[in-house]
């Protein structure tokens, strides 16, 4: 623990500002790798959740049109039965005793002529919906299939870039890892929260043309002196950027043509 502090104390600020432009740098590299993946990765995700969503869908239509199937076998039932009724009803007519009988006989028969009609009414509704369901079914297959094509071919896509790019991304990920355990806690927590307000990822920028190369708003000359004296870390007063002059950014003065 003594010896990590030591370490922390000995390096200078200078070092310091060094480690954090070549962090920025690296986690720059990394960033270009996942532009360079683009937007496939969430297009992977995407298609993954909306197969999921269909064959869900196809699950249920399985399950409503085995429900209406067994309705329609139901009712055809019920109509044979009451079909059975009904000559039973006739046969029993032949063999009335009065009036009464025979004309209880006959509204039973009406009932059940009656219920047969109604059944045949509520068959055809159900066909109608069997129909309509086992359309939107053969749909559904079909743009299943079509998104697992897709999704395949995206799959190919990414798998092809990452395997170009994973070993480089590795090693820069683990160079950034190497770079962080140089910089105290502190300003490693710093860099990430900059970086992650900043819109293009840069917590660390060198001065351009007397300006701030995040913003790009000017600044002032003698805190430009401060910059290049690196005795300190300074930030950008507008945009919160760690702020280093070109020389340690290794580029060369931009001409005031």
């Known amino acids: 623990m003594a010896t990590e502090l030591k370490t922390e104390k000995e390096i200078t600020v200078e070092e310091k500002l060094k480690a954090l432009?070549?962090?920025q740098k690296a986690v720059s590299q990394i960033d270009e790798i996942k532009i360079l993946r683009g937007e496939l990765p969430l297009e992977v995700q995407d298609l993954e959740d909306e197969i999921i969503g269909l064959t869900t869908r196809l699950e249920n239509f399985e399950t409503e049109i085995a429900e209406i199937i067994a309705t329609i076998a139901s009712k055809k039932i019920e109509i044979e039965e009451s079909r059975m009724k009904i000559t039973k009803y006739k046969e029993q007519q032949d063999n009335v005793r009065n009036n009464r009988e025979y004309d209880n006989l006959s509204k039973e028969i009406e009932f059940q002529t009656l219920e047969i009609e109604l059944c045949e009414k509520r068959i055809r509704e159900y066909s109608a919906g069997l129909e309509a369901k086992q359309a939107e079914q053969k749909i559904s297959v079909e743009q299943l299939s079509e998104r697992k094509l897709d999704l395949e071919q995206k799959k190919g896509e990414l798998n092809e870039i990452v395997s170009e790019t994973k070993q480089e991304e590795e090693k820069l990920r683990e160079h950034a890892k190497e770079i962080e355990a140089l910089i105290e806690p502190r300003l490693v927590t710093a860099?990430?929260?900059?970086?992650?307000?900043?819109?293009?990822?840069?917590?660390?920028?060198?001065?351009?043309?007397?300006?701030?190369?995040?913003?790009?708003?000017?600044?002032?000359?003698q805190r430009q002196l401060d910059i290049r004296l690196r005795k300190k870390i300074i930030v950008c007063?507008?945009?919160?950027?760690?702020?280093?002059?070109?020389?340690?950014?290794g580029v060369a003065p931009v001409s005031e043509d």
Not at 195 to 215: E, M
Not at 237 to 249: K, N, S, T, W
């Open 237 to 249: 007063e507008y945009c919160g950027r760690i702020l280093v002059d070109q020389e340690l950014a």
């Open 191 to 221: 860099f990430k929260r900059i970086r992650k307000n900043a819109r293009n990822g840069l917590a660390v920028v060198y001065v351009q043309r007397d300006a701030c190369g995040g913003c790009f708003n000017k600044i002032p000359a």
């Open 21 to 23: 432009y070549e962090l």
